[in-house]
C-alpha cells in the first residue's frame, strides 16, 4: 500500500494490528454470512436430487429448515411411524377367522420371510377332523376366484374364498354367525359414503383410518353394503334387499381404548352392541369360554405371523330395559361440563362386557419397496434401530424380520411382564444373559429387545411426576441400559403418548452428555405428537423428516414444524448417508457420533 512505503516493518506491523482489532467485529458476522449462504445452498441441493423426487405425487424432498444438514450429521435417535413409512397405508382385506374356519388364502410377502425362517418341522399327524378341513381348503382353493367369490364386486379387493358366499346362499349351519360378522363391519364404523349407491362402481368410502375403509369394503363384497347414512340410521343392502339400522350410542375409538362399538336397533327391533377392537382389550371381555378364546388367541397367533393387522369381531344382544338404563350414563357422560372424555370410557366400559365373539379380521399393509434395503443401509453406519409400533409383539418381530431390522444372527430377549417386579425379573435375566454372551463372543451389536407396552408402563413409571421411589428410578435406569447393547429396539403396543415418553426417557436419562440429538420419521402428526410434550411448547426432537403420502396432503399445512419433507421411506438413506454424510460423521470404535436410530412402527389408526 502507498501509505505504508516510507514506514519501518514495525510500524507496519502495528498499523495491521490495529486494522485487525477495529475489524474484529465484522469477522464473525463474515464469517456467519458464508456459513449460512453454505447451508441454503446444501439445502437448495437436496430440494434438486432427483433421485429424492416422488414422479407419481409429482413431490420433490422440501427441506423448511437451512440448518438441517448440520443437525443430521450429529443424530443419535430416529423415530419413525411404520404405516405409510415403512409400509404403504394401502390397506388390504386377506383373510378372515369366523366360526373355526378360516377364509381366505395365500400368504403376505412378510408370512413368506417367516416361513423361511422357520426350521422344517416333522409332520403332523392329522385328526379325522382336521384332515376333512384341510380338504376342504384344498378344495376350495382350487376354485378360487375373485369374480365368484364377491357378491358385490370391487377391484381394489382381492379376496377369493368362495366359502362365505356359498354357506351365506346355502343357508349352512355357520350362515347366522357369518351374518352377524358381516353386519359388524358393516354397520360399527363412522365411514361416509359418497356417490352413487346404485352404481357400485362410483359408491367411495371415506373414513377416519385406511383399516376402517378396507373392512366396510371387505363387507360390501361379501354381500353386506353399507349405502348410506342418515343422522340417526345406517343403510345397508345385504345381498339385493336394504336394511335399516338405527344408531342409538357410538364409543368412538382412541389410543387408550384400541376398540370401538355401536349399539344399534336392528330391523326387527332388538338391541344390539356391535364391537371391535384389538385382541390384547378385547378378549378379555368376552365371554368366559377358554376353549373357544384360545382357540381366538392361537389364530391370532398365526394371522400375526404373516404380518397381517388383525381385529377382533363381537356383540352383545341388550334388552330394552338394560339399554335404557345405560343410556342414561353414557347421556351424562356426553354433556358432562368436566372430565367428559374420562366419564364416557368408563359408561363405554359398563356396557362392552360379556360380548360373544365373532370372529378375526385381517389385514395386509405391505413393505414398501426398498425398505429392507435402507434399513440395512442405516445400519452400516453403526446405527441402533429402534421401532415402536402399536401392532402386536408377533407381528412387529415377524415385520421387523421382513424390513432387516432384526436378523437371525441376533440374539432376542423379551419384556413382557405386566408388574414391576415380573418386569425387574425378566431385565435381570436378560442383563445377565447379553453378559454371558459378550464375555464368550467378541462381535458387537448382536443384541436385539423386544418390549411390550404394559411392561414400558412399568419401566416408565418414574416420568412425567410419576413414581418417584428409588426403585422405579432404577427399573427406568436398568432398562436404558439394556437397551443401549442393543443393535435393535422393537416396543410393541404402545401409545402415542408412550412413544413421546420413550423419547424424553432415551433423551433426558440416558446419561449422555450433551443429550443426544432426535429425529423423527414418519407423517406430520407423528413427528408433532413426538415433538411437543404436554402443556409445553418446547420441543423434544431435533429434526423431523415427513414423509407425505398420496392421499395425506392436508398434513401439509398441519405440520409446519417438520424440518424435511418426502414421499418414501427409501429417501431417508440418501438423505442421510449422501447429503448429510452420516457414515462421514461416524467415529468407528466410539459411542460418539451417529449412535441409535429408532423407527415407529404405528398403530395404523391415522388417515395419511
Known sequence: MPYLANETAGEKAQVWITFFILCNNYVPISLYVSMELAKLGQKMLMESDLHMYHKETDTPMVARTSNL??????????????????????????????????????????????????????????????????????????????????????????????????????????????????????????????????????????????????????????????????????????????????????????????????????????????????????????????????????????????????????????????????????????????????????????????????????????????????????????????????????????????CNLLTESMNRSYLDGETPEAVTKQLAEASSAMAQRSKKSSGADVEALLVDGKALLSIMAALDGGDSSPKAAKLMADFIALSSKCKAVIACRVSPDQKRQIVTMMRNHSGQKPPPMTLAIGDGALSLSLSLPPQSPLPRLHSFVRIVQKNCTHLRTLCTRTQTQQTQQTYTARLGIWHMSFLASRRSGSEQGIGSVGVDVGEGTRTH
Not at 368410502?205 to 360390501?220: H, I, M, R, W
Open 69 to 402: 444438514n448440520e443437525e443430521l450429521g450429529q443424530i443419535h435417535y430416529i423415530f419413525s411411524d411404520k404405516t405409510g413409512t415403512l409400509t404403504r397405508n394401502e390397506m388390504e382385506f386377506r383373510k378372515c377367522y369366523v366360526a373355526n374356519t378360516s377364509y381366505g388364502f395365500g400368504t403376505t410377502e412378510i408370512g413368506r420371510a417367516a416361513a423361511a425362517r422357520r426350521k422344517a418341522e416333522p409332520d403332523k399327524t392329522l385328526t379325522p377332523a382336521e384332515a376333512q378341513a384341510a380338504m376342504e381348503i384344498k378344495e376350495a382353493e382350487a376354485r378360487a376366484d375373485p369374480q365368484t367369490a364377491q357378491f358385490f364386486r370391487d377391484k381394489a379387493c382381492s379376496f377369493d374364498d368362495v366359502r362365505i358366499r356359498d354357506r351365506i346362499e346355502q343357508g349352512h349351519p355357520d350362515r347366522p354367525i357369518l351374518v352377524d360378522f358381516l353386519k359388524c363391519l358393516a354397520v360399527s364404523h363412522t365411514v361416509v359414503p359418497e356417490g352413487d349407491k346404485n352404481d357400485i362402481d362410483k359408491l367411495l368410502y371415506q373414513a377416519e383410518s385406511p383399516d376402517e375403509g378396507a373392512l366396510v369394503t371387505a363387507a360390501k363384497v361379501l354381500g353386506y353394503m353399507f349405502c348410506g347414512k342418515t343422522a340417526t340410521c345406517h343403510i345397508v343392502n345385504f345381498y339385493g334387499e336394504e336394511q335399516e339400522f338405527e344408531i342409538l350410542n357410538i364409543n368412538k375409538f382412541n389410543s387408550t381404548r384400541k376398540r370401538m362399538s355401536v349399539v344399534t336397533r336392528q330391523p326387527d327391533g332388538s338391541i344390539e352392541l356391535l364391537c371391535k377392537g384389538a385382541d390384547n382389550v378385547m378378549l378379555e371381555r368376552l365371554v368366559d369360554d377358554k376353549v373357544g378364546n384360545a382357540t381366538l388367541a392361537d389364530m391370532l397367533i398365526e394371522y400375526s405371523n404373516e404380518g397381517l393387522r388383525t381385529l377382533v369381531i363381537a356383540k352383545k344382544v341388550i334388552s330394552e330395559e338394560e339399554w335404557a338404563a345405560w343410556d342414561q350414563t353414557h347421556k351424562a357422560a356426553a354433556t358432562a361440563m368436566s372430565g367428559r372424555d374420562e366419564a364416557l370410557m368408563a359408561a363405554a366400559e359398563e356396557i362392552e362386557q360379556d360380548m360373544v365373539p365373532l370372529g378375526i379380521t385381517a389385514i395386509e399393509d405391505k413393505l414398501q419397496e426398498g425398505v429392507p434395503k435402507t434399513i440395512s443401509n442405516l445400519a452400516l453406519a453403526n446405527i441402533k434401530l429402534w421401532v415402536l409400533t402399536g401392532d402386536k409383539m408377533e407381528t412387529a418381530e415377524n415385520i421387523g424380520f421382513a
